[in-house]
């Protein structure tokens, strides 16, 4: 039951039908935790108190640091130095006295993973590393939680909502975490700083509607946003049923070798636009593009097959024999999805996904290799 202080407070809120009384009443009862409270949970976390959610779980182990402020924007220049998980609690409780607010100032792992997330229904992912994100999705996983996971790089940003009613993991994506060092972070490859508070406002909104059960909620999709082109564009995640959580738990426990090792391994499905020429010199490649039809920039090549990711499992491939497979989409989700389809094919052909997907870069390079008659 609200009181007459929180109906005043969310009043804009409670004249909307679609939410109402009830409605704010099921966000007070809402249990959310945050883990990251950098570019993107800064925003996350502000639109969810503000909302109401009656109960919030902040993780992060950095201090805030004046390289941060320019996008983090709970802190300011007197908070360098200090926790970012206990000044955010403090500045969030400022803006809404309502919510019951917990600091966790460490970072998970997968030690501490399960009894983070154990007394939450609804996990924000807003971290910035692989390793990170694995252990909350497979924690998440088999504790039957939902995660909310976003992402940024340069000027564009992604969004999806895994473990949604048994819809797709990040292990549908990537079923092995990606080659180490081949995913830049914020501090070696720049970001707007616009740019996490519209990928963080969309992760708390997807968040509100799961609560309110409104609207279609992001799962089986990945939303990509282009802050230059002001472009959103989605594609479709697909379940893989392949995979076995069985392997990554020992009675019920995250195995800690499992994230340390597979994070260094090289992975030999993953290729680089630079060893994928390198490698024309030797071995000829047959290509897939397994964007939609029409998405730009477009490969004006008549050798190269264009087979929406959609498309790819009802339709029977055959290939050259010796020749080697390259798949390419717009930024190296869709083709690591469609190696998958491939082994389940049975494809004998050595195939690879192209890290970094379609760009200006690795069209110039195929107009060279076309010329010089090494590609097809």
Do not use: W
């Not at 502000?46 to 109401?52: D, F, I, N, P, R």
């Amino acid at each position: 039951m609200l009181s007459k202080e929180e109906n005043i407070f969310y009043s804009r809120q409670i004249l909307l039908n679609e939410i109402g009384s009830e409605g704010q009443s099921k966000l007070s009862d809402a249990k959310v935790l945050v883990i990251g409270a950098g570019g993107l949970g800064c925003p996350v976390l502000q639109y969810l108190v503000s909302a109401g959610v009656g109960k919030i779980g902040i993780v992060d182990e950095d201090v805030v640091d004046v390289t941060n402020l320019h996008r983090q924007i709970l802190y300011t220049v007197d908070n360098i130095g200090m926790s970012k998980a206990l000044v955010a609690a403090r500045e969030l409780r400022r803006l809404n006295p309502f919510i019951d607010i917990q600091a966790f100032p460490y970072k998970i792992s997968t030690k501490n993973a399960f009894e983070l997330i154990n007394n939450y229904d609804i996990i924000v992912d807003c971290t910035d590393n692989y390793t990170a994100r694995f252990i909350i999705n497979d924690a998440c996983v088999l504790s039957n939680k939902i995660v909310v996971s976003g992402s940024i790089y340069r000027f564009e940003g992604q969004l999806t909502v895994f473990n949604y009613n048994n819809g797709p993991t990040l292990r549908c994506l990537f079923p092995k975490m990606p080659l180490k060092d081949s995913i830049k972070s914020c501090s070696e490859s720049g970001v707007i700083g616009i740019l996490p508070g519209i990928i963080g406002m969309l992760q708390a909104n997807e968040v509100v509607k799961i609560i309110l059960n409104l609207g279609q909620v992001l799962s089986g999709n990945i939303l990509v946003f282009n802050s230059l082109k002001n472009s959103f564009d989605q594609f479709e995640i697909h379940k893989n049923e392949e995979f076995n959580y069985q392997e990554l738990i020992n009675d019920k426990k995250l195995i800690e070798n499992n994230y340390i090792q597979s994070c260094e391994n090289t992975l030999v499905n993953q290729i680089s636009l630079s060893d994928f020429i390198m490698d024309t010199q030797n071995n000829k490649y047959t290509i897939i593009d397994v964007r939609n039809r029409g998405e730009s920039p477009l490969l004006q090549f008549a050798q190269i097959r264009k087979i929406p990711l959609s498309e790819l499992k009802d339709i029977e491939l055959k290939f050259e024999t010796n020749n080697k497979i390259l798949v390419v989409c717009k930024a190296g989700i869709r083709s690591t999805q469609a190696l998958e389809i491939l082994k389940r094919k049975a494809i004998k052909n050595e195939a690879y996904s192209l890290l970094g997907g379609v760009t200006q870069d690795f069209i110039v390079e195929l107009k060279k290799l076309e010329n010089d008659q090494k590609l097809f």
